[in-house]
Every structure is written in C-alpha cells, then in structure tokens.
C-alpha cells in the first residue's frame, strides 16, 4: 500500500499563538510542521515588567524555540520572512523559499511610534525586542544605584504596558527606601485617566495603586515632542527624564507585497469566520497580525489571551481542513483582564468576577504559569 504523504504546515511567529498551535498538533501525526520566529527566542511579553525591574531572571521570560519545537514534534527555522507568494505556497526567506500546504501567519505586532510626536525617532527602542529590553533594564538598574537627586522615569502610554512598568519601577523604589526626590516615575496618558476604554473596577484600583506608590500622573494633555531628554506636553509643560518607555500602542508589520490581500490601517490581515484569508483558504492567520471582531462587529482588542485561544481553534480547523471536515467558526470572546499592580498584588475581572490584592495575583501567576509551563 503506498503510504500518503505528509502535508506540510509553515508557521511563522513563534509568539503566543504559534507556540500554543504547535501543542495543540504535537499528536497530529500527518503533518510536517515547520515554525520560522526571526528570533530563536518566544518572548513571554506579558511578564516584561517583572524583568526589567530586575525580579524575574531572563530565562524565565525567553524561551529557546528550538527546544520548543524538537519537543513538540516540529522543525525550528530562525529566519525573518520577507514575503509570502500566495499562488505558489512558497514563503520567502532573505536566502531561501520554503513550501507549504497550510499556512499560519502569527506575525504579532511591534511597538508603535507615532510620527506625530517630533523627533520620536531618536527615542523609539521597542521594549518586545530583546536587546533593547536587556539594555532597559540595565539602565533601570543604573539608575537605581546613581547618587544624585532629580532624576526621573517618564513613561508614556498609560495603557496595560505602561502601567505594569511604571509599578513595578516604582514598587522596586519603594523597597530600596529611594526617595521621589532622588528618583522619581512620570506616568504620561493623554486621557484623563489610565487604562483608556476599560473597566471602571481595573481604573478605579489601577489609579490608587499609582497614587499609593507615588507615581506622578500627567493625564489630558498629549506629547508634542521628546527631545533634550524632555517629553514637551500640548499644555507646553516639560517632564525631564532619565530614561523613557514610549508605550503608546502597537501595530503590526506589513511584510507581505501581494495586493490582492486585504490589510488594515494597523497591518492587520482581514480575515474570514476561520481565521483564513478570504482568497487562500489554505492560510490561517493568528493573533495581534489578524483583524478580528465581536458578535457586535467591534474590534477585539489583540491580546495574549486571544492569541492563544487562536493557536486552539486554528489546530481544529487545519486538521479538520486536513480530513474534510467542517470548520469551527471563530466566535472567541476575551474571557477577562488581569492587571499586576506591582509586588504581589494585582486587579482581576473576569466575567462578572472581580478580583484584587494578593488572592488575584495569584490567580494572575497561576495563568501566566499555564502558559511558561508549556516550554519546561
Ligand atoms: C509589555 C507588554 C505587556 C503585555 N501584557 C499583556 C497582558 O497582561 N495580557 C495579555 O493578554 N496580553 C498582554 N500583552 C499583549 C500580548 O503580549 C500580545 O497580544 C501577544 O504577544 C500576541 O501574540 P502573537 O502570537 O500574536 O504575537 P507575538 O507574541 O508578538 O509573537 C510574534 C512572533 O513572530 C515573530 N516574527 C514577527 N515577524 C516575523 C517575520 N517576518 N519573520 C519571522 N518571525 C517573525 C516575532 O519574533 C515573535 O516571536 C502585553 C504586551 C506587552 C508588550
């Protein structure tokens, strides 16, 4: 009897999405799974404010991903993907082209630096990228053992990153007895409050704990211009910094040149009810990189939660596509936010629960650790 072959299945990003596809198909057997991540690490950016306040060693936020997928039963391939030809199922590599059957694009976001803000450039490192983590929290460390007065940490984007940050810096401050006269935080958000369009439940303790720990919140006024080592505030007022985060938001990168797929203003790939490109229906598409709605058409704000609930549905719908079976629809919701306000204590919603203090930053670890469990 001749045996049929396998088919092959190309993922590139080894992020949150393409690590738990990876899992989810370890037993599947008749696939030949290929990840390609430009990086040999899976960074675990929901714990990236735990390690640059020095708490959390590197090992345990980066994972080697060619670790990853022997155990999983998968190739690893570090390489940056250049482009995508659709029509002949080929990705495109700066020295090389690999085929595919199936696709997943699960190509996450960067950091956002809006060309609004005059001369972002000089400042725009972005913190997902691991040198420049690694350079940030040896400059927070500096910063924590220089003698002198006056020196300050601004942070600008007082959504979920921001806030993490600025906590855990300010908490670390705190613990060595440093005074805001020494070393102070500078929390920036244009809105008149932190976390833009959440829950009143997570703003209302998220504020309290900035203010508990002697954060200096800027809210209402945006930033014009960062230089000299001064954020310019539209109120003309100036912050004086040390060392700045520009934590403002996030898009993704657009790496594909075929025109006839459909993308976003954010690089987002539109995607079907499967999470497949309406036109190649042999490409799933995962995570921040896709565009994807609720029942009541709203954006679905991109999050870890969601990249993996992808990674779970797409392992379904490829080894169904596989069989020819029919397909799950993507009705995914997120199921709740969790928010670390510095030490051990945390702000949980989830569903109608509501959680904070010690018992939800449990509840915070204990879901991060399902997730960091998954590479030991
Ligand atoms: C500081 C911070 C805190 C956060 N906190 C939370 C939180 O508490 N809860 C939550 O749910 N979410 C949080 N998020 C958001 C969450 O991290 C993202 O939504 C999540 O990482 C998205 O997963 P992903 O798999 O889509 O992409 P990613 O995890 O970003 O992975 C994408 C991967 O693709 C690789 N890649 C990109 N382009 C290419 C290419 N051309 N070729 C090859 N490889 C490529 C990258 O190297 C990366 O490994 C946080 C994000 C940040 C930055």
Redesign the pocket.
Known sequence: MIKKENKKLVI???????TTLIKQLKKSGNLDITL????PF??V??D??KYLCGDTPFEEIAFDLETYTKKNNAKFLC????DIDFDKKEVKMDDSTLSYDYLVI????KSFFPRQIKNIEEYSQD??EVDTLKNFKDDFAKLLNEKRSNKNIAIVGGG??GI??ALEFAQKLKEKNISSDELSISLIEQLPDVLPNMDPYLVSNTSKACDDLGIKRFHGNFVSEVRDNKVFLSNKEEINFDLIFL?IGVSS?K?VTDENVKINVKNQFIVDEYLRLPNHKEVFV????AETKDKEGKYIL??????KLHGKLAAVNILNTVNGYDLTVNDLETKGV??DLAGKNAVNLLGFVKLKGYMAYVVKRFISSLHTNMFK
Request: charge should be negative; aromatic fraction near 4%.
């Open positions: 590139i990003g080894g992020g949150y999405a393409g390609i991540n430009e990086t899976h960074l950016q929901t990236i404010h390489s940056k993907v250049n699960a190509t996450g976001a913190i997902k979920l990153s993490e940050i934590v990168v790496f995962l995570g921040d990189v991109p999050t870890a939660q969601m990249a969790m928010i």
